[in-house]
Every structure is written in C-alpha cells, then in structure tokens.
C-alpha cells in the first residue's frame, strides 16, 4: 500500500513562488516514479510533472517547463519514504488548481495521464491572484 500526503499549497499572487511537497510511504516506494497533476473547476486533471526513482530523469508539461522545477528525496535508511517537491515560480492566474500527487511505474511513457498513474493523493489546493 502507497500513501500520499500533499502539502504547500495556498494563495500567493501573480509571479510569486509556492513549493509543494508529497510525503510518500509504502512497501518499496522507492521503485515508483512520482509526478505532479493539476485540476482546475470544469477541466480534466492534467499532467505538470514526473520525475524517476532515482532522480535524474523528468518530464513537464510545456505550459510550465521552465518555471516550475521537480525533485526528489528518498530516504536513504529505508526504502519506503520518499519525498517530492514541486518548486513553482513566476506563478500565474491559469496556474490555479489543486495539484495532487502521484506515483506511477514504470517511468517512462509516451503520455503520461491520470489513468495512467498507481496512487494519488488527496490534493492541495493552489490560488493565484491576479
């Protein structure tokens, strides 16, 4: 069983910053890729980010490729403790969603989609004022 646990989000204005982090636990978490989705009122949950066990590999969307950053921390006494981040900069208006994250293997896909992913998160809900 995988959980998890979204936090980081809240309100900040147009160009400002918010880092999101998933806490990720679970009988060898560390052999699951994680990524982050969006979903805004009245769309589809979208694909934002994805970024391999290991690290060294992500993918991101092309609407924010470029401000927003992945990374990844597995805990090195255990296996089962992960923890992602979604570093977001020169936020935007559009950028407002609840972010959930994901874990999903293998890594690599030509598209990666919601009914794509294992496990998700609760969510947590970003706003971007104008």
């Known amino acids: 069983q995988v959980q998890l646990v979204e936090s980081g989000g809240g309100l900040v204005q147009a160009g400002g910053s918010l880092r999101l982090s998933c806490a990720a636990s679970?009988?060898?978490?560390?052999?699951?890729?994680t990524g982050w989705f969006r979903q805004s009122p009245g769309k589809e949950r979208e694909f934002v980010a994805a970024?391999?066990?290991?690290?060294?590999?992500?993918?991101?969307?092309?609407?924010v490729r470029g401000r927003f950053s992945v990374s990844r921390d597995n805990d090195q006494s255990t296996s089962d403790k992960s923890t992602t981040y979604l570093q977001m900069n020169i936020l935007k208006p559009e950028d407002t969603a609840v972010y959930y994250c994901?874990?999903?293997?293998?890594?690599?896909?030509?598209?990666?989609?919601?009914?794509?992913?294992?496990?998700w998160g609760k969510g947590t809900l970003v706003t971007v004022s104008s």
């Open positions: 970024i391999r066990w290991s690290g060294d590999l992500t993918h991101y969307a092309g609407s």
């Open positions: 679970g009988r060898a978490f560390s052999s699951y890729a």
């Open positions: 994901a874990a999903f293997s293998p890594f690599e896909r030509r598209v990666y989609t919601a009914a794509g992913m294992d496990y």
